[in-house]
């Protein structure tokens, strides 16, 4: 029981490509002893996840170690044979996975697929399988370990009649049913809502500290490591740039990169320092306002018959210059209602003013003149774009749709607004996959605003994107509005987003309004115990409550 | 579940009589008169019509519509004007043949095609894979025709390993009927010898209807089992340390298995459009010879009577095929 | 056992930001406007050539397409297969003057085989051309406009899809008489609720997609729509069924000029060929494997070359 | 059930292994005896006599059914069967027939005079298949009961070939097919796959599209020719459609004997061992008919000079050599049969001369030649008739038609081709079978396409048939032909030889030219047994 269990030393591997070799990982030093909890924060490219990947040996297929190597409780395992994999597979390392939908098999039971992770743990530990029954208690010991009700009745359920949640929770149960000595959690929060990840978190710290686990977790939220994890590395491009207790790395960023990234978590505790829009003068509800939506309602009937309501009654009225945000967690209706606000999707009933017009009755060419005033940026750039137009084909396709400019005057206006969103002009003959994240949210607002609308209407613009580029996309998005005198509709489910930038805020659930108000206000005193919730459960996985927690 | 096979039975029935009117337009539409035909190369003009009055081929064209389909709603599906027959009749006494001969390809192409495609989706890019990968868009692209004669030359006519044509030989009386099918009727009543002839009779027939079968339910194997194979379920049993084999053959196999099933209903169906070529290469008598023969002689109503039957094993086929995906899928049994 | 690195939507972001800092005031130069499209096709290429069936596919059809073009000039007796006739040379084992071998007729098999190919071109060209003109824009329509349009097509398309093709071909032949004219037609009928399956379903996938969402909210028209975004992201599947469909098309033609309801002699058509050469078996086994042979490694050609193309272009699709 | 089912596959797998695939037979024997098999490409849809004929139908109705009279012999006879004399009036118009007493149909009921009748009666009612022989001259009237064993017929007017159809008119059992009478149909539902005859076979097994067999019955009334002891147990007609599998299945003893098979073929088969090929003359003729109404074809100069630019050896070529060139538009195995002197031969010089004097001196037209679909050798006469008319510079269209639209386009002058290709097989020896295809009266006859119009060749025709002195009509009938070639209204192709191919220990095979192509007399034929 001498020296640490996993020990990675100099690791560097390469992949190879169309374009040659890319190194992912270049000179990993870690070290893990048992009993050990390490995070290993990093963003999208940063090489985490094949990192740990190859501590599992299902890294990528076309890569090649060039240096260095990984070393599990005193044994070599840089390069096993897939035979020598099944005995640690699994049995001694063993991994809980990010999407809980993607990451079991639709097919078979719960109670199977944990079952059977059992018994290939007792095939391999060469104690022969135990009878079904037996493999079953165990199975419903352990769904009751995770803080899963009625076990006996999970067992014989399929996947999809879960909710996130509960998934989760068996992915976990799954990790742990071969007892292994080291536990990887890949992203174990981030698919979930706001609510739940805190309740995963909870119950991950609390396994480690009644089974004693050796856990190496990854993310690209610092606030979720920093919630389990005692030590913690942070990953950038294929890097450790820093390693550490978490506290001290949380509290005193030695590397330019860790600072730059913990700047550009978003502090639910901190109150905004918004850029003020021109008159902020809080005008009074009803007339005078940009946009109004009056008792809006979408009832979508399901193949039974069943009527299912998606927004229920919705008014709301937002003012000329401010950004109104639209906070909710996954279901709440907050999609539907943006949609609905630009009639991309049919309110059931209702009415929608924009400008003092009533534009719910409108169709064909008024509605299509309407659509010039207001536009919408949607969640996910990567598909926002269409793959087979270039990036100036793109931009210009709303001039294209909605004036007569000539194609020379498109494309100088195309590249015009590519100098808008700070992206250079060569973009415009590049294609969407070959830019970025945030390059295509540039490109998806460049789109937006080439018609100079008056009123723009954002789907979690940001969610979809890392965190340090999320910052920028944020700070653009507020330049940007003061430069053209925009108004925004915000929609998010990220509370500390929600209060960096929104003027005034409602709260949804389940197609209803919980609470609007001032940002302020709302979350300095929420009056209802819903937003209480979404608050506490944001603040869990944020920084500045960690901070405190280990600081203390 | 009640409403659903109601809505099925409905379907089934609303194409069935779609299909019907298709077939009959499309046969209509050109002149040619098979009353002629059938009246003999020295008919008078009177014969010919008295057998045009017999067979309502004297009616306009709408009119005879109308008769067909009322008949049809009966279960009538007229009368062979080359054999006088009621089509009804002959189309069953032929079908036996025809499944008997598209179940053993089928089931030929399922034992084949599913384990190739497994192997070749395992060892993805290996040699395995390259030969198989030839193999069966060869299998596609062999024209049925020239590659039954070529089989009928080799191993009937110059090794006389199996015989020519036919499904059983000449003095072997046919089993009791109890199914039609030959292999079955002639295990049901314990005449083995009768069996193994059958057998004989039907390896190379199933052989050619199933090759392109086989390699497309090969294909579509290989490719699911790669997108499965690289799924993140299967990484995760990978990772929780769950036997390769076992991955493989069990977890992977059943949800690669689903649009393979899709494509099994798919090539039922085109086995049973393509038993016209087979048939007449072997001289398998089954539906499908009977189409030709009838539609070389204008007799149209088997034609129709044909087609209506082949979509109609089709679309029961399908049926069946929805009915195992809701069996495998958990997803859709609770929808 | 994760997706594969070298897929085309993973580029190195340094390929793009090498040239972004090389940003000048000059006009660009061709080849740096459309790097993208370059790299994009490089990548095509290099994808295709380490395939070796694709390339055995490409071949094929190379050939094929160069018999078709030059067949006339080729052949050594280009009259054999407008019906010239030598009957004391008939029925020749393949020998250097008549590498094929010689028909019934005494007609140079040879030749017949080159100058089918241009046959076997026309058929398969306007059998897939009629399908994908007549499925495509049926198909976009279905599965972009919904309703009660979308319920008719449908229908009317699984009405066609619930009869195996080959029989509801032999039907319409049946009725319309034999001969080539009537078998294209005959396929082409059956041939395109095929492409509007294929586009239905793509359009109802790309539909959904929030680039068309998104064009919706900058005001654009349907026709616009269908025409931008629709169609371009239908292209790789239709593209890829009808190098597939060309294979089927002359394979098809060539069942029902077998069954000897398709082309007829003295057209030199390869399927109507061996529905002569089949008589001729086995003594005279060259007069129908010729042909045979001829068909196989077109269709083989197409396949190959399709199935290589849906490799690089459309790898998800699933096999139909 | 599916125990045992079960069970028996495994039983069955055991036996498997020890039975290999059986050696061909030399040929099929059952317990009753030798099975002939017969392999033909040709179904029997409707077995009914009155009903349908074709080849391979009247080969089983053959077997299974007795006429007053049977054609044998080469050239073909007129035999007694059912009646064994007859006499006629000196009118031509009463016809007086004596049965045979000791004819038994198959139940045993004997065959009388009753029978006769009704059989003609439902013939002629029925008006299908045979009918058009006689009901122009016969009525269902016109025929009476003397007594059990005697039968008149009393024509309408006289008509010199009546007895040479006879032998196609087939006798059935009336209480029979009385007791299986539906709707009045004269019981054609039962008739189509049942038979009620008293000829030497009796059917066996049915299975149409498959195999059709027929038991030879055991005390023919009119005893068997090969002797009791070597009449087979049965012939099987057995559907083998492709000409490769017929020649497997002859090569392999699965068949005694095959028609159909490619002239390529028989020239390659008589050199396996073992295999005799039948090769003798037949009556069936072929002729490329010209529409002589309407467009090119109508120019007598133009029909002359194709007729002398067609390669007639190719025609003969076509069958390797199994071919004769017709001599006169009657066959030559035709009563009255005379060989017109300059019947056109190919004269590529005269051609041009008559193009010359045509409509269309210089050619360049084209000329549509419709055939059979699926009819070889007619496909390859059209190769022939291409390549001939090259020189003349006239282009050649080779159509093949579906049979029914062939001849019903054929049928109006308007739509007929211009050129036709037509095979006609005489149902009888009497010359009146084929002169009566130049008839006017026979416009919209398939036979009758070139719509010939010589009001004097028809005045010559109606006169022959009507007299009932040989010699007379034979004048007639030579002075037909002569005029008939004249007018060219058709190319005189060749009469094709019939052939099968047989093993050789089947014996008894007796050829007669008024049979169809294909036919063959199953009654004498037997194995002989080593």
Not at chain 1, 137 to 161: C, I
Not at chain 1, 364 to 379: A, D, N
Request: hydrophobic letters at 45%.
């Amino acid at each position: 029981m001498t020296g640490p269990l996993l020990d990675i030393r100099d690791y560097r591997l390469d992949i190879g490509t169309f374009d040659g070799p890319v190194h992912v990982l270049k000179g990993i030093n870690l070290t893990v002893n048992r009993g050990d909890t390490l995070g290993i924060v990093g963003e999208s490219g940063s090489g985490k996840t094949v990192l740990v990947r190859s501590v599992l040996g299902i890294g990528p297929k076309n890569s090649r170690v060039v240096e260095g190597g990984i070393t599990f409780d005193g044994q070599d395992i840089t390069r096993l044979s897939e035979k020598d994999w099944t005995k640690i597979r699994g049995i001694r390392i063993s991994m809980i996975f990010q999407d809980p939908m993607t990451y079991l098999n639709p097919l078979f039971t719960v109670g199977r697929q944990i079952s059977d992770v059992i018994a290939a743990h007792e095939k391999a530990a060469g104690q022969g399988v135990s009878p079904k029954a037996a493999r079953r208690a165990r199975t419903e010991e352990l769904l009751d370990q995770v803080g899963l009700p009625n076990p006996s009745m999970l067992f014989g359920q399929y996947p999809h009649q879960l909710s996130g949640g509960m998934r989760q929770r068996v992915l976990i149960a799954m990790a742990l049913a071969g007892k292994p000595d080291l536990l990887i959690a890949d992203e174990p929060t981030t698919a979930l809502d706001v609510t739940v990840q805190a309740q995963v978190l909870d119950l991950i710290n609390s396994l480690v500290e009644k089974l004693n686990l050796t856990v190496v977790m990854i993310s690209h939220d610092i606030g979720a490591i920093a919630t389990v994890a005692k030590r913690c590395a942070v990953m950038y491009r294929g890097e450790i740039v820093e390693q550490g207790l978490t506290a001290d790395i949380l509290s005193r960023p030695q590397h330019e990169y860790t600072r730059r990234l913990l700047a550009a978590v978003p502090d639910i505790d901190a109150a905004a320092a918004k850029i003020p829009a021109e008159p902020v003068a809080p005008e009074p509800a009803g007339p005078g306002a940009l946009l109004e939506a009056i008792d809006l309602r979408k009832i979508y009937r399901s193949q039974s018959g069943a009527e299912v309501a998606a927004v229920k009654g919705i008014s709301l009225s937002v003012r000329t210059g401010e950004i109104f945000g639209v906070v909710g967690e996954s279901g709440s209706g907050k999609s539907t209602l943006a949609r609905m606000l630009l009639r991309l999707i049919e309110p059931t009933s209702g009415d929608i003013i924009f400008d003092g017009r009533n534009i719910s009755g409108l169709a064909g060419e008024p509605l299509r003149q309407m659509r010039r005033h207001m536009q919408f940026v949607f969640q996910n750039p990567h598909s926002a774009l269409n793959g087979r137009h270039t990036i100036g084909d793109a931009i210009g396709e709303p001039l294209r749709i909605q004036t007569g400019m000539s194609r020379r005057d498109i494309e100088a206006r195309a590249e015009a607004l590519l100098d808008i969103v700070q992206l250079p002009k060569m973009f415009k003959y590049r294609y969407p996959h070959e830019l970025s994240g945030g390059q295509k949210q540039r490109v998806c607002i460049a789109r937006a605003i080439a018609l100079n609308p008056r009123l723009l209407i954002l789907d979690e613009p940001t969610s979809a994107l890392d965190i340090s580029v999320q910052a920028q996309v944020l700070d653009f998005l507020q330049q940007l509005r003061a430069e053209l005198n925009l108004t925004y509709v915000f929609i998010s489910h990220n509370l500390a987003v929600i209060r960096q930038i929104c003027d005034r805020t409602i709260v949804m659930k389940r197609g209803e309004i919980v609470e609007q108000g001032e940002t302020e206000r709302l979350f300095l005193s929420p009056q209802q115990d819903y937003t209480r919730t979404l608050i506490e459960s944001g603040r869990k996985t944020s920084r500045a409550a960690n901070l405190a927690d280990h600081a203390g | 579940m009640l409403t659903f096979a109601f809505r099925k039975l409905l379907t089934l029935v609303g194409t069935m009589i779609g299909i019907a009117a298709l077939t009959f337009l499309i046969t209509n539409v050109a002149p040619g008169d098979p009353a002629r035909l059938v009246a003999g190369p020295n008919a008078t003009e009177d014969m010919v019509a008295t057998i045009r009055t017999e067979y309502g081929l004297d009616k306009s064209l709408p009119e005879q519509f109308i008769v067909y389909m009322g008949d049809l709603m009966r279960g009538d599906l007229g009368q062979s004007i080359v054999t006088t027959r009621p089509v009804m009749e002959e189309v069953l006494r032929y079908a036996p043949a025809t499944l008997e001969l598209v179940f053993v390809a089928m089931a030929l192409g399922i034992v084949v095609g599913v384990p190739l495609g497994m192997l070749s989706a395992v060892y993805k890019d290996g040699p395995l894979d390259h030969v198989t990968r030839i193999f069966s868009i060869s299998g596609v692209a062999l024209p049925a025709f020239w590659f039954g004669i070529i089989l009928q030359l080799m191993f009937a006519v110059d090794l006389g390993w199996l015989p020519v044509s036919g499904r059983l030989p000449l003095v072997t009386r046919p089993p009791e009927t109890v199914t039609g099918l030959l292999l079955v009727d002639s295990l049901i009543s314990g005449r083995f010898q009768t069996f193994w002839t059958s057998l004989q009779h039907i390896i190379l027939p199933a052989v050619v209807l199933s090759f392109p079968c086989l390699a497309s339910i090969l294909r579509v194997n290989r490719a699911e089992m790669i997108e499965v194979l690289q799924s993140d379920y299967i990484v995760a049993a990978r990772a929780h340390g769950i036997a390769s084999f076992r991955i493989v053959a069990l977890y992977a196999l059943k949800n690669a298995m689903l649009p393979t099933l899709a494509m099994i209903g798919l090539r039922f169906g085109w086995m049973l459009g393509s038993t016209v070529l087979v048939e007449t290469v072997f001289d398998w008598p089954g539906i499908g010879l009977y189409a030709v023969s009838s539609a070389l002689s204008s007799d149209f109503k088997p034609v129709i009577g044909v087609t209506l039957m082949i979509g109609f094993f089709f679309i029961v086929a399908n049926t069946l095929v929805d009915l195992a995906y809701a069996w495998i899928d958990p997803r859709l049994r609770s929808a | 056992m994760t997706t594969p690195i070298t897929s085309p939507s993973t580029p190195p972001a340094a390929a793009i930001t090498m040239i972004d800092q090389t940003e000048l005031s000059r006009p660009l130069t061709f080849r740096e406007r459309h790097a993208s499209q370059i790299r994009q096709w490089r990548l095509y290429a290099h994808m295709f050539r380490k395939s070796f069936s694709s390339m055995l596919g490409l071949t094929l059809v190379v050939l094929f397409l160069l018999l078709a073009a030059f067949g006339p000039l080729l052949a050594p007796y280009p009259e054999a297969a407008s019906g010239a006739i030598d009957m004391s040379n008939k029925l020749m084992p393949p020998t250097g003057a008549n590498w094929f071998g010689t028909d019934e007729m005494g007609a140079d098999i040879f030749s017949r085989v080159i100058m089918g190919a241009r046959t076997s071109l026309w058929i398969g060209l306007i059998i897939t051309g009629i399908g994908a003109l007549v499925g495509v824009p049926l198909g976009i329509i279905a599965g972009y406009g919904g309703g009660w349009l979308r319920a008719i097509i449908m229908r009317i398309t699984e009405l066609f899809l619930a009869v195996p093709g080959l029989a509801l071909a032999l039907a319409i032949v049946a009725a319309l008489g034999p001969g080539i004219t009537n078998c294209v037609l005959a396929l082409a009928l059956v041939w395109w609720p095929g492409y509007v399956r294929l586009v239905e379903a793509k359009t109802l996938s790309v539909k959904e997609e929030l680039f068309v969402e998104s064009a919706r909210s900058i005001g654009a028209r349907t026709p616009w729509i269908l025409w931008h975004h629709i169609l371009p992201n239908c292209l790789s599947p239709i593209i890829v069924k009808m190098s597939m469909d060309m294979g089927m098309a002359i394979l098809s033609a060539a069942s029902l000029g077998f069954i000897g309801l398709g082309a007829q002699p003295p057209a030199p058509e390869w399927g109507a060929m061996i529905s002569v050469a089949r008589t001729y078996m086995p003594d005279w086994w060259w007069y129908s494997l010729f042909p045979g042979a001829a068909i196989f490694l077109t269709v083989l050609g197409f396949n190959l070359l399709g199935d290589g193309l849906r490799d690089i272009l459309d790898p998800r699709s699933r096999d139909r | 059930m599916f125990g045992k089912i079960i069970r028996n596959i495994a039983i069955a797998g055991l036996l498997a292994s020890s039975v290999l695939a059986s050696p061909a037979a030399a040929f099929e024997r059952t317990d009753k005896g030798n099975v002939i098999v017969f392999g033909g490409r040709q179904a029997i849809p409707v077995l009914d006599p009155h009903v349908r004929y074709d080849w391979s139908t009247r080969m089983i109705q053959q077997a299974v059914y007795d006429a007053l009279l049977k054609y044998e012999g080469d050239p073909a006879e007129l035999k007694p069967w059912l009646a064994e004399k007859w006499e006629t009036s000196a009118d031509g118009k009463t016809w007086t027939f004596h049965l045979a007493k000791t004819a038994k149909f198959h139940n045993g009921d004997p065959v009388t005079a009753e029978a006769v009748r009704y059989s003609f009666e439902r013939g002629l009612k029925l008006n299908k298949g045979v009918a058009w022989m006689l009901k122009d001259f016969l009525a269902p009237e016109g025929i009476s009961v003397v007594d059990d064993y005697t039968v008149k017929f009393d024509l309408k007017a006289p008509y010199a070939p009546f007895l040479s159809f006879l032998p196609w008119w087939y006798i059935v059992n009336p209480a029979e097919v009385k007791a299986h009478e539906v709707d009045g149909d004269y019981g054609q539902k039962w008739l189509t796959d049942h038979a009620a005859g008293s000829g030497p076979f009796k059917l066996g097994r049915w299975e149409p599209n498959v195999l059709y067999e027929v038991e030879s019955v055991q005390n023919y009334w009119k005893g068997w020719p090969q002797g009791d002891k070597n009449r087979p147990a049965g012939v099987i007609f057995k559907i083998i459609r492709e000409p490769a599998a017929q020649k497997a299945a002859l090569q392999r003893g699965e068949a005694d004997i095959v028609e159909g098979l490619t002239p390529d073929d028989y020239v390659q088969i008589k050199r396996v061992p073992g295999v005799v090929i039948e090769d003798h003359k037949g009556m069936t003729t072929f002729g490329i008919k010209f529409n002589t109404q309407k467009g090119p074809t109508a120019d007598i100069n133009l029909r002359k000079a194709i007729a002398y630019a067609l390669d007639y050896d190719a025609l003969i070529q076509v069958y390797n050599g199994a071919a004769t060139l017709e001599t006169s538009p009657l066959p030559d195995a035709m009563k009255g049969h005379v060989a017109v002197p300059g019947m056109p031969r190919k004269d590529l010089a005269k051609a041009k001369e008559y193009l010359a004097k045509s409509g269309y001196a210089k050619g360049g037209i084209t000329l549509p030649y419709v055939h059979v679909a699926g009819l070889e050798e007619a496909r390859r006469i059209g190769l022939v008739l291409l390549d001939s008319l090259k020189p003349l510079n006239i282009n050649v269209e080779i159509k093949p038609e579906q049979w029914p639209n062939m001849v019903a386009n054929g049928s109006k002058v308007e739509t007929s081709p211009a050129m036709t290709s037509v095979y006609t097989t005489p149902v009888s020896t009497d010359p009146d079978a084929v002169a009566y295809q130049y008839h006017k009266a026979s416009w919209g006859q398939y036979y009758a396409m070139m719509f010939y119009d010589n009001p004097k060749v028809s005045e010559m025709i109606d006169k022959a048939r009507g007299s009932t002195n040989w010699d007379e009509r034979a004048k007639l009938y030579a002075d037909i032909q002569t005029q008939i070639v004249a007018d060219q209204p058709e190319v005189f192709g060749m009469l094709q030889n019939r052939r099968w191919a047989r093993r050789d220990y089947l014996q008894g095979f007796k050829f007669s030219p008024v049979r169809f192509t294909g036919e063959v007399d199953l009654y004498p034929l037997w194995v002989k047994a080593e």
